[in-house]
């Protein structure tokens, strides 16, 4: 069985570098990949990332996920 980490990317923890940390994180502990959401409309004001940003700093900071 294979197991990916979903990790948090809204509000206060919007920002690249701590998603990178996470998936990090993620790859150390043994998980195999790493979900991230990917949202058309921001309905209120919290900020959120792109999942493509999101995507390419885990892709450029990580071996296995």
């Not at 790859?27 to 390419?56: C, K, Q, R, Y």
Request: charged letters at 15%; glycine letters at 4%; proline letters at 8%.
């Amino acid at each position: 069985m294979k197991f990916g980490f979903f990790p948090p990317t809204m509000a206060n923890y919007a920002d690249p570098t701590l998603v990178v940390e996470f998936a990090k994180l993620a790859e150390n502990s043994g998980w195999d990949g790493v979900f991230v959401p990917d949202h058309i409309m921001n309905h209120n004001s919290n900020p959120w990332l792109d999942a493509n940003i999101m995507m390419t700093a885990i892709v450029c900071n990580t071996k296995t996920i």
